[in-house]
């Protein structure tokens, strides 16, 4: 099935390279009769079975096309809505809170990639002593993500600096499902007020946080989690500490995460 979504797109990429296209043939009888649609539809089927690397050349050009556009359509939203995302407000703010380059992570507690890339930003933080990080919780997937966040972020309003950090790490390397009861367990063990969480959880704070970065996200297309900005630019999933290495040296040199 997935097959056929991506060749459909490919198909009418080279059917419109030659002029035609299969809505275009099926939309204007009067310039080719039966006969004569089909016979193109038996050119067009004969080149592709006799030149099947045409439709991989089509889908890689069409999948670069589409990224082009997204990358565009994310720059644009970003310009609109960047002071909002790097913003302390409804977020955690890590690392170097003075920092001339700010990191902004969309994880999920229960997101297997977001643990994996705990490590990642480890890194970047122990290297990069001006490096700003903003956490922004976007829980995806499913209501245990949505309850450990909501406790997360009550617990977060007591913390700062490292000992925000710490918690946010330990949660994400929580084995198992992580819901509400492991983040109020958490917070418990690191000896934060558990009755002001339970206030707190439902409180106008805890739900205008969900809503901004939820918004955030949508405006900036995101599709999943982990997603960073840095700069100008949005990068989409767990890309390995290099990659965001060098949008965060290329953002403190051009100002943007690519030059």
């Known amino acids: 099935m997935l097959l056929k979504r991506r060749l459909r797109p490919a198909i009418l990429l080279i059917a419109a390279a030659i002029g035609l296209s299969a809505p275009s043939l099926a939309q204007t009888p009067s310039l080719f009769s039966a006969e004569q649609r089909r016979a193109i539809e038996g050119i067009v089927r004969e080149y592709l079975v006799t030149n099947p690397e045409v439709l991989q050349e089509a889908i890689v050009e069409l999948e670069k096309r589409q990224n082009e556009a997204q990358r565009k359509a994310q720059q644009a939203a970003l310009t609109e809505v960047r002071e909002a995302v790097v913003s302390a407000k409804h977020g955690v ?88 009861e492991q983040a109020l367990k958490l917070a418990k063990e690191m000896g934060l007020d558990v009755a002001r969480i339970q206030r707190d959880v439902n409180g106008a704070e805890v739900q205008q946080a969900v809503a901004t970065n939820t918004m955030l996200a949508e405006r900036l297309g995101l599709t999943g989690t982990p997603a960073y900005v840095v700069g100008e630019e949005v990068i989409s999933g767990a890309v390995g500490i290099e990659p965001l290495r060098q949008a965060i040296e290329t953002a403190r040199k051009c100002g943007n995460a690519s030059c």
Request: charged share 25%; hydrophobic share 40%; aromatic share 6%.
């Open 93 to 180: 703010v890590v690392g170097n809170a003075s920092g001339d380059v700010t990191l902004v992570e969309f994880f999920d507690y229960n997101c297997g990639f977001c643990k994996r890339a705990l490590g990642d930003l480890r890194g970047l933080m122990k290297a990069d002593g001006k490096l700003r990080v903003v956490l922004r919780d976007l829980p995806v997937l499913g209501p245990d993500s949505v309850e450990a966040s909501r406790v997360a972020m009550a617990a977060k309003a007591q913390l700062s600096g490292d000992r925000a950090f710490e918690y946010h790490a330990r949660l994400l390397e929580t084995r198992g499902r992580i819901g509400g």
